[in-house]
């Protein structure tokens, strides 16, 4: 359940410092992002699965990387709280 449960405010993060077609085109770029991430992530898996033996790898790496996101909003959430200030 908590996986899924950044999306909603994921994809409102550009209303908050963008306006208009900025903002559109900001979520067609998160759009096409994640669309690349749902090709990645498998392809990832799979090949470190079948280098290593092991799907721990593979794992490691998809946490990782949803680690590294979470330090992407929490770096632009303190741009967003010094910009406003």
Known sequence: ?????????????????LEGPAAAGAIGLINAIANLGGFAGPWALGTLSKRTGSYAAGFVYLAITTALAGVCILVLRAYYRRRTA
């Open 1 to 17: 359940m908590g996986v899924r449960s950044y999306l909603t405010p994921f994809y409102a993060l550009p209303k908050l410092f």
